[in-house]
């Protein structure tokens, strides 16, 4: 199993550009989330997913759209990169939730760069 | 509300001494709280999580300790060791249909041989 992998490891951007994060998992975990995380603030989720074709906005969701077309996959978008969205990017997932709360597995991080 | 408070922000410790974070929430409808250990260049991994149904919990030298009357939780680890440097992460979340965590701002612990 290689649990959660993320795609690019790391890129850089010029201000305006756009580009997409990819994330999969081959735990088939019905969760997953999209977290950036900034140096003094911790990680902060963007956008999640609690099942194949839904989507649903986290605490900082502007600047980005996501899709989860697949089970496994899920996509971060950045349709006009801003310098502001310079940050490293954590996609992790999870099994079901409700009363027993599950483990959030973590990917390795795309570091993000914009000029 | 949704807010979970961390400190200290850096932390060094001596080898074989005693590292203690803590958090603190306002939401009292939080009743999952994980701690994740975070190495750099790697993505965070849970390290031990507690309930409020239980004020303290160990696993090998991690401990989470609990106090729901006051809204606050620590993790002490015993006879830090110089691989336990990295980043800890207290987070909380709510009972439900989502599983989403709210995340404290991080601790960078040293631990110096």
């Known amino acids: 199993n290689a649990g959660v992998t993320q795609t690019p490891k790391f890129r850089v951007l010029k201000t305006g550009q756009s580009m997409t994060l990819l994330c999969a998992q081959d735990?088939?975990?019905?969760?997953m989330y999209w977290y950036r995380q900034d140096p003094g603030m911790g990680l902060r989720l963007i956008h999640y997913?609690?099942?194949?074709?839904?989507?649903a906005k986290g605490e900082v969701p502007d600047g980005y759209n996501v899709s989860r077309l697949k089970k496994q996959n899920f996509l971060l978008g950045l349709e006009s990169a801003a310098p502001s969205q310079t940050s490293v990017y954590f996609c992790?997932?999870?099994?079901?939730?409700?009363?027993?709360?599950?483990?959030?597995?973590f990917g390795p991080g795309t570091r993000l760069l914009v000029l | 509300q949704q807010q979970v408070k961390q400190s200290p922000q850096s932390l060094i410790v001596q080898k074989g001494g005693i590292s203690i974070i803590n958090c603190a929430y306002e939401?009292?409808?939080?009743?999952?709280f994980p701690w994740y250990q975070q190495f750099p260049g790697k993505g965070p991994a849970l390290l031990i999580a507690?309930?409020?149904?239980?004020s303290e919990k160990k696993e090998g030298r991690f401990t989470i300790s609990f106090n729901k009357s006051a809204k606050q939780f620590s993790l002490h680890i015993m006879d830090s060791q110089p691989g336990d440097s990295a980043t800890y992460f207290c987070?909380?979340?709510?009972?439900?249909?989502?599983?989403?965590?709210?995340f404290g701002t991080g601790t960078l612990l040293a631990v110096q041989p």
């Open positions: 992790a997932s999870s099994g079901h939730g409700g009363a027993a709360q599950e483990t959030q597995y």
């Open positions: 735990m088939n975990h019905e969760y």
């Open positions: 997913s609690v099942g194949e074709g839904t989507t």
């Open positions: 939401n009292t409808a939080f009743d999952y």
């Open positions: 507690i309930r409020p149904d239980v």
């Open positions: 987070a909380a979340s709510i009972g439900g249909a989502t599983n989403k965590l709210i």
